[in-house]
C-alpha cells in the first residue's frame, strides 16, 4: 500500500514536502513515482526515484523546483516541493512502478508500469 499525505494550502513562493508511505514492501525493489492531475487535465508524472541507483527524474515543469528522495528506515519517499507556482495546484498521487521503468527520459514508460496508486492529496496554491 501506498500513502500519499503532506498536501495543502500554500501561497505562490512557498514550499510544501509530500510524503508517500510504502508498507508491505521494500523501497528497494521498485520505483516510486509522483503524478498530478489538475482539473480537466490528463494526469502527469511529476517525479520518480529509480530503485537501482537512486537516481531520480523530473519533468520539465518542476526541474530546479522539486526534489525526491526517501528514508528506506522509515520506508517514506518524499516530494519536496519547493517555489511552488498556481499552475502546480493539483492532486498529487505517489505509485509504484513495478517495471522499474523511471529512466533519464521518462518517469515511467507507460501507466500500465504502476501497479499500485496512493490516494491523492490535494496542493493548492493560491494567495
Known amino acids: 500500500q501506498l500513502q500519499a499525505s503532506g498536501g495543502g494550502l500554500v501561497q505562490p513562493g512557498g514550499s510544501l514536502r509530500l510524503s508517500c508511505a510504502a508498507s508491505?514492501?521494500?523501497?528497494?525493489?521498485?520505483?516510486i513515482a509522483w503524478f498530478r492531475q489538475a482539473p480537466g487535465k490528463e494526469r502527469e508524472g511529476v517525479s520518480c526515484?529509480?530503485?537501482?541507483?537512486?537516481?531520480?527524474t523530473y519533468a520539465d515543469s518542476v526541474k530546479g523546483r522539486f526534489t525526491i528522495s526517501k528514508d528506506n528506515a522509515k520506508r517514506t519517499v518524499y516530494l519536496q516541493m519547493n517555489s511552488l507556482k498556481p499552475e502546480d495546484t493539483a492532486v498529487y498521487y505517489c505509485?509504484?512502478?513495478?517495471?522499474?521503468?523511471?529512466?533519464?527520459?521518462?518517469?515511467?514508460?507507460?501507466?500500465?508500469?504502476?501497479?499500485?496508486w496512493g490516494k491523492g492529496t490535494q496542493v493548492t496554491v493560491s494567495s
Open positions: 526515484l529509480k530503485s537501482r541507483d537512486g537516481g531520480a
Open positions: 505509485a509504484r512502478d513495478w517495471e522499474r521503468s523511471c529512466s533519464d527520459q521518462s518517469i515511467v514508460s507507460s501507466l500500465s508500469a504502476v501497479d499500485y
Open positions: 508491505g514492501f521494500s523501497l528497494n525493489h521498485f520505483d
